[in-house]
């Protein structure tokens, strides 16, 4: 039998919060109209029930693996991981925005529980893995071949505005308040921050991952592949 893509986990969310944070009216599109196509990366219930789901129009109708599998062709040599000690409510906002940036994986290091309402179940298309401590992560990055750069206004730190991130990069975020931890930063390559202006000392730890991420994406993307 095949499994609905929107299972009550998701079709909770979406109820919540609509689509988006805002609550928006229900988006997608109805039922199928006209011949059922025979691709099997088409869902039997999707097409006979609409979709719902916050997917872009080319995935219409796909089955949730289906949908990982095309995602898992495109997605750029770029990791994220951000440390989770004391249930940083912003690690699911990472998560949607690497999904968005078609990340390779993201990687939450600490406790393993995470709050999933910001990722507006973005996960469910997301590589998330999990490591116990820093030095873990650290020796993933580097059986990947992939250079840790941690991201935080620390002194010494290099202005992200004028470096060049490494292509095969594993961009590491401390949690909200004290920010990257200084374990994380002896294993990084590469420590750099983001200029501001105002008088707060640092911004929201989701918000300086898209400014990072985004970055990256402007650096080594192809731009022509892009929604």
């Given at each position: 039998?095949?499994?609905?893509?929107?299972?009550?986990?998701?079709?909770?969310?979406?109820?919540?919060?609509?689509?988006?944070?805002?609550?928006?009216?229900?988006?997608?599109?109805?039922?199928?109209?006209?011949?059922?196509?025979?691709?099997?990366?088409?869902?039997?219930?999707?097409?006979?029930?609409?979709?719902?789901?916050?997917?872009v129009d080319a995935y219409r109708y796909?089955?949730?693996?289906?949908?990982?599998?095309?995602?898992?062709t495109r997605r750029h040599p770029l990791?994220?991981?951000?440390?989770?000690?004391?249930?940083?409510?912003?690690?699911?906002?990472?998560?949607?925005?690497?999904?968005?940036?078609?990340?390779?994986?993201?990687?939450?290091?600490?406790?393993?529980?995470?709050?999933?309402?910001?990722?507006?179940?973005?996960?469910?298309?997301?590589?998330?893995?999990?490591?116990?401590?820093?030095?873990?992560?650290?020796?993933?990055?580097?059986?990947?071949?992939?250079?840790?750069?941690?991201?935080?206004?620390?002194?010494?730190?290099?202005?992200?505005?004028?470096?060049?991130?490494?292509?095969?990069?594993?961009?590491?975020?401390?949690?909200?308040?004290?920010?990257?931890?200084?374990?994380?930063?002896?294993?990084?390559?590469?420590?750099?921050?983001?200029?501001?202006?105002?008088?707060?000392?640092?911004?929201?730890?989701?918000?300086?991952?898209?400014?990072?991420?985004?970055?990256?994406?402007?650096?080594?993307?192809?731009?022509?592949?892009?929604?």
């Amino acid at each position: 039998m095949t499994e609905h893509v929107v299972d009550a986990a998701e079709a909770s969310a979406v109820s919540e919060a609509g689509p988006t944070e805002w609550a928006q009216a229900p988006v997608g599109v109805g039922p199928w109209v006209g011949p059922l196509p025979e691709d099997p990366r088409y869902d039997p219930e999707l097409l006979a029930e609409g979709d719902r789901r916050n997917v872009v129009d080319a995935y219409r109708y796909w089955r949730r693996e289906a949908i990982v599998a095309d995602l898992d062709t495109r997605r750029h040599p770029l990791h994220v991981a951000i440390e989770n000690f004391g249930h940083d409510g912003n690690i699911g906002t990472v998560v949607r925005t690497a999904n968005a940036f078609a990340a390779a994986a993201v990687h939450i290091v600490g406790r393993k529980r995470w709050n999933r309402r910001g990722a507006m179940v973005t996960d469910r298309y997301q590589h998330v893995h999990h490591h116990p401590d820093v030095p873990t992560l650290a020796g993933y990055a580097r059986a990947q071949g992939l250079t840790v750069v941690a991201v935080d206004n620390t002194p010494g730190a290099q202005p992200l505005e004028t470096t060049e991130l490494p292509r095969h990069c594993l961009l590491l975020f401390g949690q909200e308040g004290p920010g990257v931890s200084a374990e994380a930063v002896e294993h990084a390559t590469l420590t750099v921050s983001i200029a501001q202006f105002g008088s707060t000392r640092s911004i929201n730890a989701g918000v300086a991952a898209g400014i990072a991420m985004h970055t990256w994406v402007r650096q080594h993307a192809d731009l022509r592949q892009a929604w």
